[in-house]
């Protein structure tokens, strides 16, 4: 029962969760950033970030670089006031821990410009040691220029063409970023990059002369590409102008390998006076780090490092390009979406100058914001390309739904007018007048009111539709009216017989039904009538009576028909009897006292 306590307890730690790391101490250095085990790239190490993440007051960082062994974490050391065995690992006193890049746990605090700022000292893995590639040198260097607001390059004795090809990726980023306009619209300002020689003896010149001399173009002569390459960088480093500082640093002892066991009253007098000189400079010249137009605090100081490392490692080399592209991410974000939103606040359909017209405008406010926004000179051409072709396919979206908006609007005013043409065509009483006027008014609406690229289209059917609708109905129209003609002049004998009992109407209907069914049979066609002036006048007649803009009869003919028959009917029945048989009209009289009337022979 016993032994058996060990075996639970260790069971139930096992399926206890992991606490997460936390550091107790951080007065120590820490890594952040180590290499892969292909020793190519690069990974975080979440120990160091911890140091980091805790900050909550802006953050700058002075990067210490330079070939390996050439002093750079002692130079640390002695700039954080530190021994060798407190501070950052030495490598000719121990087995060197400087893998990558690390940093010093306790940031130093300084009021900067009246901003309380963190700063962090780091680190860096020497150029040119044993079995490591260009690649990873320059990945480590790229980091360490993008993280830090002061660059320390480290050399001893003096600068050689090797040093000056270092720095092309320093040139490269501050020609991206360097000389912007400095306030809320700095994007990223580059490191401040101080030129560190540790020499004793300049030989009557100053640091700067010597650094001058050392940037100085080399004559070339037999056009060597190298020559070139490094002629550039010289180039561009003298237009960096007040963006990198020279300063010498003589040898603290001459018993290099005991210096971490000297203290400050051993060391060269001079040394320690230009040691505490460099220190103010250090002070003097660093700023937090602004990023996005704003500085940081720990943890989007820790952000941004992913950021940059995972640009770094994107491609075989790093480049400025691949860092570009991650500044102007959002931003570029940021400008699709405003123009996004710009096309969104069309009312579909539209035409398609009109569509293309607030493209353009939409698409050359963005573009200016982008320009006055986005983060490099040469690189960001990508960036700038990448927008338009994403302005392009939101463009392109917007077109197709331009075109189905434009299709459905105009198929239903087809489909109006289709229904319009056919409900004209069963016209009641025939009118021509009533045809056209649909006609017209069918034919104005959709020219008005269809709009877009489908327009076009729908105005050949439309057109079509038309034309085969108006000729139906002209062909149809003479002979309806004719039929209509020769019923109507019936019911008005009818009406003049029987009803009203007036024996004119009774004699013109019998005419026009006489007219229409006798004569024309005997002298014309029915379809010679229809040129016939005669009939062009009963034509007119008939649209004038059957419609007007005021009155449509073949809407209102059967109201009107049964007002006139009880009109009829109530004079017929009510009217003689108070009026007595006497009227205003010649009627048929009966024979109620023909009996008694005289007869005249």
């Not at 400095?182 to 401040?192: I, M, N, S, T, Y």
């Not at 605090?297 to 491609?315: M, R, T």
Request: charged letters at 25%; proline letters at 4%; a neutral charge.
């Amino acid at each position: 029962m016993d032994s058996s306590l060990p075996l639970l307890l260790l069971l139930f730690l096992s399926l206890s969760p992991t606490p997460s790391f936390s550091i107790d101490n951080f007065l120590q250095a820490f890594p952040i950033v180590e290499p892969d085990p292909g020793h190519t790239k690069l990974r975080l190490s979440r120990e160091g970030l911890e140091a980091i993440e805790r900050i909550t007051n802006p953050i700058a960082a002075v990067a210490v670089i330079g070939p390996y062994r050439s002093g750079k974490s002692f130079l640390l050391n002695q700039l954080l006031s530190l021994s060798c065995y407190e501070g950052f690992g030495v490598g000719h006193m121990r087995d060197t821990k400087t893998k990558g890049i690390w940093v010093w746990g306790t940031p130093i605090d300084l009021d900067i410009n009246g901003v309380r700022t963190s700063v962090f000292y780091l680190d860096t893995e020497g150029f040119e040691s044993v079995g490591k590639s260009n690649v990873y040198d320059d990945r480590i260097f790229a980091l360490a220029t993008v993280l830090s607001s002061v660059l320390i390059y480290n050399l001893p004795e003096t600068i050689r063409e090797a040093d000056i090809s270092r720095l092309s990726f320093a040139v490269e980023l501050a020609e991206e970023f360097y000389g912007r306009v400095k306030g809320q619209d700095v994007a990223f300002e580059p490191a401040k990059l101080l030129w560190l020689i540790q020499r004793d003896f300049l030989q009557g010149k100053s640091v700067q002369q010597m650094v001058n001399e050392a940037l100085r173009h080399v004559p070339n002569t037999d056009g060597n590409k190298n020559i070139d390459v490094v002629n550039q960088i010289r180039d561009s480093l003298a237009i960096m102008g007040d963006n990198s500082t020279a300063f010498s640093l003589p040898q603290p002892h001459l018993q290099r390998t005991k210096l971490c066991d000297m203290k400050d009253v051993e060391l060269d007098e001079l040394y320690i006076k230009r040691r505490e000189q460099l220190k103010e400079l250090v002070s003097s010249i660093i700023s937090p780090k602004i990023v996005q137009g704003k500085t940081l605090n720990g943890k989007e100081f820790v952000s941004f490092l992913e950021q940059i490392l995972e640009a770094l490692n994107k491609g075989e080399i790093p480049s400025t390009g691949s860092l570009v592209e991650v500044f102007n991410k959002n931003i570029l974000e940021k400008c699709l979406k405003l123009y996004s939103e710009k096309m969104a606040t069309l009312v579909l359909p539209l035409p398609e100058e009109s569509l293309q017209g607030a493209h353009d405008r939409s698409r050359d406010e963005v573009m200016q914001v982008f320009d006055q926004q986005h983060f490099g000179r040469h690189h960001a051409k990508k960036s700038v390309v990448q927008l338009d072709d994403e302005i392009q396919q939101v463009y392109k979206n917007v077109v197709l739904q331009n075109e189905y908006q434009s299709s459905k609007l105009c198929e239903a005013l087809y489909t109006r007018c289709e229904d319009k043409m056919d409900q004209l065509q069963v016209l009641k009483l025939p009118s021509l007048a009533k045809f056209n006027a649909g006609f017209m008014q069918c034919n104005l609406s959709f020219e008005h009111e269809c709009v877009g690229p489908s327009k076009t289209n729908y105005e050949q059917r439309m057109m079509k539709m038309l034309g085969k609708s108006r000729s139906l109905f002209i062909k149809e129209y003479n002979h309806r009216l004719f039929n209509w003609l020769v019923a109507f002049s019936l019911v008005m004998v009818v009406i003049g017989r029987f009803f009203i009992k007036f024996i004119l109407i009774e004699i013109g209907a019998w005419a026009l039904f006489i007219f229409l069914e006798t004569y024309t049979r005997m002298f014309w066609t029915a379809e010679s009538l229809y040129y016939n002036p005669v009939w062009h006048f009963i034509v007119a007649t008939w649209e004038t009576v059957v419609y007007s803009p005021i009155l449509d009869l073949d809407r209102w003919a059967i109201p009107l028909g049964v007002m006139l028959a009880l009109l009829i009917l109530y004079w017929r029945c009510y009217g003689r009897r108070k009026h007595g048989s006497q009227g205003l009209l010649p009627l048929y009289r009966g024979n109620k006292n023909g009996s008694n009337r005289p007869r005249t022979d």
